[in-house]
């Protein structure tokens, strides 16, 4: 059996200028009027790129009644289904970091980062970043 490796996004603040081509490059990929991400300003006025952190004790799993959020413990992804969701969006209210937003289309689903697994290039919000503040890391 295959050992998959286990990534996390990471982002150098320091390179990003605030372009929003992860933002745009996310939407492209999902087909989506939407992000999975957002770029903030920090209190001190840096560009500051959010994403899911596929959190290693995720509240949002934990907070989920319907099974729709889970943490896949070979990738270390948490990752959503849609399909078990029951939009009472507790993901939502339990996000530490503010990260997991209703899709506005369906008023029912969650819109929530899951690193483009079907992407063989991988996540496009990595791939499209001009300014490689957005990276890859392995972690074990």
């Given at each position: 059996m295959k050992e998959l490796k286990?990534?996390?996004?990471?982002?150098?603040r320091?390179?990003?200028?605030?372009?929003?081509?992860?933002?745009?490059?996310?939407?492209?990929?999902?087909?989506?009027?939407?992000?999975?991400?957002r770029v903030v300003m920090?209190?001190?006025?840096?560009?500051?790129?959010?994403f899911c952190?596929?959190?290693?004790?995720?509240e949002c799993v934990y907070t989920c009644m319907s099974g729709a959020m889970r943490k896949d413990l070979e990738t270390g992804l948490v990752l959503?289904?849609?399909?078990?969701?029951?939009s009472c969006y507790m993901c939502v209210m339990a996000?530490?970091?503010?990260?997991?937003?209703?899709?506005?289309?369906t008023k029912k689903e969650i819109l929530k980062c899951d690193m483009c697994i079907d992407?063989?290039?991988?996540?496009?919000?990595?791939t499209k970043c001009p300014m490689e503040a957005i990276t890859v890391e392995e972690i074990k």
């Open positions: 286990k990534r996390r996004i990471q982002i150098d320091d390179k990003c200028i605030s372009c929003l081509t992860c933002v745009s490059a996310c939407m492209v990929e999902k087909g989506s009027e939407e992000s999975r991400n920090s209190s001190d006025l840096k560009p500051t790129p959010i952190r596929h959190c290693d004790q995720p959503y289904d849609k399909d078990k969701c029951a996000c530490p970091y503010g990260v997991l937003k209703e899709d506005d289309r992407n063989p290039t991988g996540p496009a919000c990595v």
